[in-house]
């Protein structure tokens, strides 16, 4: 690996300094713990971020590390499209920015010319995404959700993204009115086979472009939070097996959907086809290392955008 010149790692320096306060909201005595300088080194990286115009509304510096672990990754797993952010120690249940990097990457997309079919998954990461978004006139565009948007207790489910994106992006959107998981196999089909569905379903087979979270699998994931599945079933489900989900499909360490009955209550949409579609996840933090690593190895995505530590744990596997 070449050796970075002085003024360059300066710079690489000050762009994480200026990450750390301007995206993650981190004090100079924290910044200077983390790169274990002083307040006064911290202090100036930030202002030299400032002055050498790395930061605007976004950071506008490609830290040399962290292209280096997206090219790692792109070579070993054959990804079209990698995203690394630095690490912020300290948000770990948070999606600190990877959700900033996830709209960089959605409005590059959205900007596109020729109509694009853009599906959508679910959870606490998209719709941190959404939130990053500015807004947009794309009518040229269509949008599907891939999940349903109704939660088990008949009410729009709150982390459901479709909605809150189209009416960023002012573009036509198609969501699903099924929940996430359903009782039983048989009214799953027998959900997916109504009219209303064909268009959906039409739609996310020929999406030109995915974006999806990757959720873990604890007595604590946002399943069970949310209310999908109860305690009872995800204990069944983790001494299966289990270690991440995506879209509520849930798969093994080795990446493979498992052999489960819940999986045969999933009414979600299958992911699209990593053939024709750019299929990318994004998730960050320690507790979705196991999930990140099953999806990766399975081929569920061939797009990820994640942030170093999670980077380093995939080279490391």
Known sequence: MARRSESNSRLDDAARAGWLYYVAGRTQDEIAAIMSISRQSAQRLI?????EKLIKVRLDHPIAACMELAEALKDRFGLKRVEIVPTDPGADGLPVGVAEAGAAELERWLKQADPLVIAMGTGRTLRAVIDQLPPMECPQHKIVSLTGNISPDGSAAYFNVIFSMADAVKAP???MPLPVIVSSREERDLMHRQPLMETAIGLAERSNV???GIGEMAL???LVLDGFLTPDEMEGILKAGAAGEICGWIFGADGKLLDHPVNQRVASLPIPSRENSTVIGLARG?????????????GHINGLITDEEAARMLLAG
């Open 286 to 298: 320690v507790r979705k290392h196991a999930a990140i690593k099953a999806a990766v190895k399975g």
């Open 210 to 212: 995915t974006f999806i």
């Open 220 to 222: 604590k994931a946002p």
């Open 173 to 175: 959107h198609f969501p």
């Open 47 to 51: 202002s030299l971020s400032v002055a």
